[in-house]
Every structure is written in structure tokens, then in C-alpha cells.
């Protein structure tokens, strides 16, 4: 049988939003390739999938590859054809190979830069993409506020961008999503009122979202300043222009 590569979206943190075709190839690839930041850190993604592959009848052989979280491109780019070059020859010989990440393998995923890396080095490798649910539609059902309706226009922001950006993307917008923003979440407040979001705009923060942990913040953002907000890696801001009545509120 020939080998490939799937790249696999599990979703948010719940694992009953892996889908069924996530599942599916979980249960059959012979290898499940697992990114971690670093050696001795423990996969979320990983927990997620863990009960799928005990029930497997075969167990699948467990490849962890090292993606750190820098900004040295150089190394990483060298570090991201290394491990496209271990999956390469995997695949080579007839391995079917997962790959998991959270959310979606195509939005602001670890898996983007693997898989630019095998189109440029391995152009014939045979490659699939199985999306996952987002943490931008889930935060967004968590939170009970759509992202959109009839014309509204919706942007997706990093958190780290600088400020003159957002405040420049934030006037074409009807509402924001913030990625990633708990640490900085009470210094964007006044950027986005000075695009002409306005005090009883309505804003929710949403942290570990599906997870056991899971904690949803909804109010206006006037209420912000006086949030006691948890600087949580995993958390997302939305905020919409107009109010918005949510039964979190």
C-alpha cells in the first residue's frame, strides 16, 4: 500500500469535537506523528486522542517531533525540514502517518510550516488534510455571540500585532477575534474604541474553551478594566462593534 501523510484537526479540547473522520484515520494510520514545543512537555493534543488509540486493535507507533516556539526563522526553518525529511522517508515506505494538532490543521496550526516544508522538499508526497473545529467557531458557541451576520465583515487579529495595525484593521471591521490575548486583552480595549467600537460594545474572552476548565467572560467594554482576566495561553477575545444579548451576560 502506498504511503501518506494526513494532517489531522482534533478540534478545540473537547474529544467528542474530533470528527468521524478524524477518528477514522486515527484508528488505521500506522504511525501518529505528535509536535510538541519541547521534549519534556507534555501533547494536549496527545490527551485528546489518547482513548481513540486504546481502542485500537493494533497499536499505532508513536512519533513525537520537536516544533519550539521561536522567532529564530532560520533554525526553525532547518528544524521543519528535518522533521519533513523523517516523514518523508516514513512515507516512502508505505507508512500511513497522522499528524495531530488543535483546532484546525489550517489556521494559525504548527502544521502550516510542516506541511510547506513537504510541498517544497517532497512535491510528490502523497498528502491529506482532515479539518478540525476551530477554536474561533467553538469559542464563539461557548460564548453564545456570533461571529457573523448578514454583511458584517469579521477579523482575525493575533494579539502581538502592533498597535497601529490593529487600530487600522479594527476600522473595516464589524467584529474583532483576538487570538492568544489574555496577557494584552485590557491594553486592546482602547485601540478598538479609537477604531469606533464603542464603551457598550459587547466582548467575550473565552479560556481553555471546551475544556474541563473551560471560563467564558461576556460583557461590554466598559467592563474589561475591571476583569480579574487568568493570562491563559489558550484564550480568545471576541468582540463585536453593536451590542449583543447573551444569556452568559
Known sequence: MAGR??????????????????VKALQAA?????PKSHANKPSLAFTMVKNILDQRKQPAEILELIFPMTKDELGNKALWTK??????????????????????PMFYSTFIYLYQSLKEEYPKLHLEIIPGVTSLTACAASAKIPLAEKEEVVSVIPSDFDTKLIEETAKHADNLVFIKCAY???????????????????????????????????????????????????SVAIIKKRAFISDKL
Open 5 to 22: 501523510f494526513i494532517g489531522i484537526g482534533v478540534g478545540p479540547g473537547d474529544p467528542e469535537l474530533i470528527t468521524l473522520k478524524a
Open 83 to 104: 522533521n519533513a525529511g523523517i516523514i518523508a522517508e516514513k512515507v516512502a515506505s508505505g507508512k500511513v502517518i497522522a499528524f495531530i494538532t488543535l483546532g484546525d
Open 30 to 34: 500506522d504511525i501518529i506523528c505528535i
Open 184 to 234: 494584552r486583552l485590557k491594553e486592546l480595549i482602547p485601540i478598538v474604541e479609537r477604531s469606533g467600537f464603542k464603551e457598550n460594545s459587547t466582548i467575550a474572552l473565552v479560556r481553555r474553551c471546551t475544556m474541563p476548565e473551560e471560563e467564558v467572560l461576556v460583557g461590554k467594554l466598559s467592563d474589561v478594566q475591571n476583569w480579574n482576566i487568568c493570562e491563559d495561553y489558550f
